[in-house]
């Protein structure tokens, strides 16, 4: 199975570490032991991951701002660069991160983290091959961090070596078994491996751990989903939804789950606030799949689109696939053609728009099961596909090539 998140995606997203703990780090004078900042540091990255973010992402700036300072007295001490690098890794500022620890290594091959942290960037670039050697010297360095070991993991599954995953990740949760990104990346393994039980054990478990992980819970939602589990898959993507409220994907499984619980009003509430996402720019694709259920033995994905644009817009499609199948065995729209609606307002200039559903077929052949002067509501076009799927409902015309 196709995992369920882009692993580079994820790298660049995500802070690797455990716990979530919320602490505000506390203030350092300028001319503080060096320790000080390491243990201010260790506070902060915690903190990133609670209920205080914003107050540690500030105390941040302020340590960036601290270290830089020192830096301009003490342009060689290369753990003040290595300290800076990783700040700014805590800051996601790519470009400070990864030139302090440039610096840093230039001046101290053996400091772990300016190894780690040029190789945790790279792999969120997509530079998995590069990574490695980063990511590798600082597990040997300091072969009890677990973060290291789960770096090494996370890189391995991008390039698909997957015993070299699972070795490295088991690593990591023998350092740390509470380790919940540690745990997520294995589920992700495990999905690879079409050991789907074991990867929503692993999903579970990563969520309980660090509760406030939304692709945990929308993962394991995902799973859910599709063991049928409608009730723990809609509890797993609210949970999700609350904690980033504009993931628009995470909105679409809110709508799918409300519609398949009977839940109408939510999901229609659901569905504006999915179509608010879109108008603000914060969707990346044109459409999103609104419903999905079985019927006849089939498997039915319905897709909506956004917008009704361009001469051949379709409103719905239902793609139905047989079991098993990689590709639909029919597809059925609701669509609204330009040439359609040209030819029925030469008749009547003030004719609302007009909609029409039809079914297509690998084979070419184009089934019409009806015209309707402006737009069908989702159920009553969801009705009659499944009308059409039960054979209850025959075509008012059918054409193909070549017949």
């Known amino acids: 199975m196709r995992r369920l998140r882009l692993l580079a995606g994820l790298l660049a997203g995500l802070l690797l570490g455990t716990g979530c703990a919320a602490g505000r780090a506390s203030p350092t004078s300028a001319e503080a032991p060096v320790d000080a900042y390491e243990a201010r540091l260790d506070e902060a990255g915690l903190g990133l991951r609670g209920?205080?973010?914003?107050?540690?992402?500030?105390?941040l700036e302020k340590l960036a701002h601290e270290l830089e300072t020192r830096l301009q007295k003490r342009p060689e001490d290369a753990r003040l660069h290595a300290l800076l690098a990783r700040t700014a890794f805590y800051l996601r500022n790519a470009r400070q991160a990864l030139a302090s620890a440039e610096?840093?290594?230039?001046?101290?091959?053996?400091?772990?983290?300016?190894?780690?942290?040029?190789?945790?960037?790279?792999?969120?670039?997509g530079k998995a091959?590069?990574?490695?050697?980063?990511?590798t010297r600082a597990a040997e360095l300091e072969p009890k961090q677990?973060?290291?070991?789960q770096l090494l993991g996370t890189l391995y599954l991008q390039l698909d070596r997957s015993a070299e995953a699972q070795a490295a990740i088991d690593k990591a949760l023998a350092l740390e078994p509470r380790n919940a990104q540690a745990l997520f990346f294995l589920g992700l393994l495990y999905m690879d491996q079409g050991k789907t039980e074991a990867a929503l054990e692993a999903y579970e478990k990563a969520r309980t751990y660090e509760p406030e992980f939304a692709m945990a819970?929308?993962?394991?939602?995902?799973?859910?989903?599709?063991?049928?589990?409608?009730?723990?898959?809609?509890e797993c993507f609210q949970k999700a939804a609350d904690l980033d409220p504009q993931d628009w994907r995470t909105r679409a499984k809110l709508v799918q789950l409300h519609q398949t619980l009977g839940n109408q009003e939510k999901r229609d509430a659901e569905r504006e606030a999915l179509l608010l996402l879109h108008q603000a720019g914060?969707?990346?694709?044109?459409?999103?799949?609104?419903?999905?259920?079985?019927?006849?033995?089939?498997?039915?994905?319905?897709?909506?689109?956004?917008?009704?644009?361009?001469?051949w817009a379709k409103r719905y499609e239902f793609q139905v696939y047989a079991p098993d199948a990689r590709e639909p065995a029919l597809v059925i729209s609701l669509g609204s053609y330009?040439?359609?609606?040209?030819?029925?307002?030469e008749k009547n200039p003030s004719a609302p728009r007009v909609f029409h559903l039809d079914a297509y077929y690998p084979d070419k052949t184009h089934e019409t099961?009806?015209?309707?002067?402006?737009?069908?509501?989702?159920?009553?076009?969801?009705?009659?596909?499944?009308?059409?799927?039960?054979g209850e409902v025959k075509p008012t015309s059918s054409t193909t090539p070549g017949k």
Request: proline share 2%; hydrophobic share 45%; aromatic share 14%.
């Open 51 to 59: 209920a205080n973010r914003d107050a540690t992402l500030a105390d």
């Open 282 to 311: 914060k969707v990346d694709k044109e459409y999103f799949v609104r419903d999905q259920f079985q019927e006849a033995g089939r498997t039915v994905i319905a897709v909506e689109s956004f917008t009704l644009e361009g001469d």
């Open 103 to 125: 610096r840093a290594l230039a001046l101290a091959p053996d400091l772990a983290w300016p190894h780690y942290v040029r190789a945790f960037f790279l792999g969120a670039q």
């Open 129 to 135: 091959e590069e990574a490695l050697a980063d990511a």
């Open 146 to 149: 677990g973060r290291h070991w």
């Open 217 to 234: 819970h929308y993962n394991a939602g995902q799973l859910h989903q599709l063991r049928g589990e409608s009730a723990q898959a809609l």
């Open 369 to 390: 099961y009806g015209f309707f002067e402006g737009e069908p509501s989702y159920d009553d076009t969801r009705a009659r596909v499944v009308s059409i799927l039960r």
């Open 338 to 345: 330009a040439f359609t609606n040209a030819f029925a307002r």
